[in-house]
């Protein structure tokens, strides 16, 4: 049997993606409560987690989530192993993959990120790149969830850059029956590739330049910094200062809209500290569904999760 992988939502089913968010649901609601003792999927297996970027929540969330589940996290930078540049990635994840169980990688190169899969033999998880971010997206499906109800016939609407949460968002559009309503700057919008996807996909996508336009009676409002990891800062503030999420922009979403952002934030650039600290804002709960998402994920890759 081939490894489990997690890599993009796109590589999965809507049943996959759905039977793994019910999994998060159930997790979260049996955590440290005496029904969790059977949720140890990893009993006595090793997850490397590797960092060749900063993280906070990503690094924080998988090494509780695998500890809860009863295995052990192994913490590697990148700069430690210095990733394709000792040897190269393939060996690498052949390495890796007889000393642990699964691993969980942060690395830019997507195409490094799937070399490193195309070579495990245990399952890898994609703790962000330059190009996705699903992880991320499954937290934030779960918190849309448990505020505004079922996905499906939602309205969604993301304003500012084009980068990889939205990407993984786009790939959900492909897999969900929601709208996603994107302004971003002409020059910041999503790549064609990923348009096309979204078009052959089914994805309900509706690009505009137009903060407004995108925000019009939606249910959630989402926006990330302007500047990501690897982007070079050119004329990003000047093009995204339009798409900054403030109150009158919230005012023009559905009355019981939330606002999500999957931090770390820069306030007073993409987003205002009153949609940041307001009541319509869940950031710190989809922080928090990052470990009970990945949980779900985890206990997939290690087959403990079916569609
Ligand atoms: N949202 C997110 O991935 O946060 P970190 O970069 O802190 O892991």
Not at 179 to 184: F, K, N, Q, Y
Not at 212 to 237: P, Q
């Amino acid at each position: 049997m081939p490894p489990r992988h997690f890599i993009d939502l796109s590589d999965f089913t809507t049943r996959e993606l759905r039977a793994m968010l019910d999994a998060g649901r159930d997790i979260k609601a049996r955590r440290r409560t005496p029904a969790s003792q059977g949720d140890r999927p990893l009993d006595g297996k090793t997850v490397a987690m590797i960092f060749d970027q900063p993280s906070l929540r990503t690094r924080a969330s998988f090494e509780v989530g695998i500890r809860e589940l009863g295995g052990a996290p192994m913490m590697v930078t990148g700069r430690e192993i210095e990733l394709g540049e000792r040897e190269s990635v393939a060996d690498t994840a052949r390495v890796f993959s007889r000393y642990v169980d699964a691993i969980m990688i942060r690395i830019l190169d997507h195409g490094q990120l799937r070399e490193f899969a195309r070579h495990a033999t245990v399952p890898v998880i994609n703790g962000l790149t330059k190009t996705s971010h699903p992880c991320q997206v499954m937290a934030d499906i779960m918190t849309f969830e448990e505020h505004r109800g079922s996905l499906q016939k939602a309205r969604i609407a993301w304003t500012g850059d084009s980068n990889n949460v939205l990407a993984s968002w786009i790939h959900a559009a492909g897999r969900f029956d929601f709208e996603l309503h994107v302004a971003t700057p002409a020059e910041l919008a999503p790549s064609r590739a990923l348009q096309d996807w979204a078009s052959e996909n089914g994805a309900r996508l509706k690009l505009t330049t137009k903060p407004e336009e995108a925000v019009e009676g939606a249910d959630c409002v989402i926006t990330d910094c302007w500047v990501s990891m690897g982007d070079k800062e050119g004329n990003r503030h000047n093009l995204l200062r339009p798409f900054q999420v403030d109150e009158a922009l919230m005012r023009r979403a559905a009355r019981e809209a939330v606002f999500m952002h999957c931090l770390p934030a820069t306030r007073g650039e993409e987003v205002t500290d009153a949609v940041m600290d307001g009541p319509q804002s869940v950031v710190y709960d989809e922080a928090e569904n990052r470990l009970h998402a990945q949980k779900a994920i985890l206990a997939w890759c290690f087959g403990q999760v079916q569609a």
